[in-house]
């Protein structure tokens, strides 16, 4: 079975955003408006963060792309109280809208601030509204929402490989931010398959996750940016 | 500090909680008759027997059932394909005809209805997992009448229940979502 994860390379992302707006139209993410959005109501299941380093005039920014991280120790799901949020054999954080009481346990719980709270009945601005995804569903007032991972890009990814007769091959699912990406900064695939692309750039030496010292075990490993750009010493380069 | 104990809730008076007993099953009653859509009529008295009999599979009307997420109610030209002329002396076949001839479309009403909150597809059931019609529509090859009701009730326990006994993954996410 696999373990579904992703490999973001900080030396690679130039913060252009297109994997919020992917995220969004993909996952009818709603609009909010600009003076909720600035009392941090704002929903958006991936963010690009500006993290600065050093002191100006010497300052730089690296912009660092964060979806849910999806913990292979997730904090979200022992805190909920209804059990409408769990991990499945995948290693997905899911969570079931139709079931969450809208608590917000979880999203206080999330080291990481990747859950957010519906507290607006969800508004589209004119013309989205017919191009909402039909394979996801809009989340009603009261729920807590995230990041699935494209869950749904999944279950049609394995029917069309069933179709076809054959197994679900590394490129047939990935999610919408990964696929956008224009500069290729995003990986995304089994982290159990020794061979493929993300569990090799993991194994590198500029492979880190956030917040490590939790314990969460996070599937989301970011590469640092750096100067060095040598192989691990065993024949590969990351 | 005072915290608000049990004993502080205003008592309800014998009268309110029957009244409320009475108002909560009758909501949850309407709200049941809502699911089940049970005050409704087709727009043909179209007989299922007649037609599996006369050799149409369920294929052949519900179309999208091999090929996408919805089984679709057949659209009137559907209909035409056979009933173009009179095959028999029914008033309800000759529905089929005046419609057409008015340019209308046959309103047929989905009986068969899953919450909101639950992605269904036909397509992963029927042509990936080869499950036949009747595993969750019931005999309805067998009704001679448009049936009032779903002929099996299809609670997320049944599917549960079939998707353990074939060992297919049960993840919440793979419906609800």
């Known amino acids: 079975m696999p373990r579904w994860g992703m490999v973001i390379d900080l030396a690679k992302c130039t913060a252009c955003q297109a994997c919020v707006v992917a995220c969004q139209t993909e996952n009818n993410v709603p609009c909010v408006p600009p003076e909720q959005a600035a009392r941090g109501r704002i929903i958006s299941w991936i963010s690009v963060l500006p993290q600065l380093e050093g002191e100006y005039p010497r300052l730089t920014m690296r912009p660092t792309p964060l979806p849910c991280v999806h913990c292979d120790n997730p904090p979200c799901i022992r805190v909920c109280p209804v059990g409408a949020t769990g991990i499945n054999p995948e290693g997905v954080v899911r969570q079931i809208f139709a079931r969450c009481i809208g608590c917000r346990y979880c999203t206080n719980a999330c080291p990481y601030t990747r859950r957010m709270f519906n507290w607006y009945r969800p508004e589209f601005p004119g013309e989205f509204t017919e191009a909402l995804n039909p394979d996801v569903s809009v989340r009603p007032k009261g729920v807590v929402e995230k990041c699935t991972l494209c869950h749904h890009r999944l279950q049609k990814a394995r029917d069309q490989a069933r179709a076809q007769n054959r197994e679900l091959a590394e490129g047939d699912y990935i999610p919408a931010c990964v696929e956008i990406c224009p500069a290729g900064a995003m990986y995304f695939g089994d982290l159990d398959d020794p061979n493929s692309t993300v569990a090799t750039l993991a194994r590198g030496r500029r492979a880190f996750r956030l917040l490590e010292e939790l314990g969460t075990k996070p599937k989301v490993i970011y590469l640092a940016q750096g100067e060095w750009s040598g192989g691990d010493g065993q024949g590969a380069r990351t | ?177």
């Open chain 2, 1 to 177: 500090m005072k915290f608000p104990r049990l004993g502080s809730l205003p008592n309800l008076t014998p009268p309110a909680a029957v009244a409320g007993f009475i108002l909560f099953f009758a909501l949850g009653g309407t709200a049941f008759v809502e699911l089940q859509r049970s005050n409704f009529r087709q727009p043909i008295a179209f007989n299922h027997a007649k037609h599996v009999e006369n050799g149409v599979s369920c294929t052949d009307c519900h179309t999208g059932v091999e090929t996408q997420a919805q089984a679709t109610l057949p659209a009137i030209d559907t209909c035409l394909n056979c009933h173009q002329t009179a095959l028999t002396s029914s008033a309800e076949e000759a529905k089929i005809r005046s419609a057409a001839a008015a340019g209308k479309e046959l309103a047929w009403v989905q009986v068969t209805q899953l919450a909101p909150h639950v992605f269904f597809s036909h397509r992963r059931h029927v042509s990936v997992a080869h499950l036949a019609c009747t595993e969750c529509h019931g005999p309805i090859e067998k009704s001679t009448a448009p049936p009032q009701r779903p002929w099996r009730v299809l609670t997320m326990n049944a599917c549960i229940g079939c998707h353990q006994q074939h060992g297919v993954n049960a993840d919440c996410n793979d419906c609800h979502r």
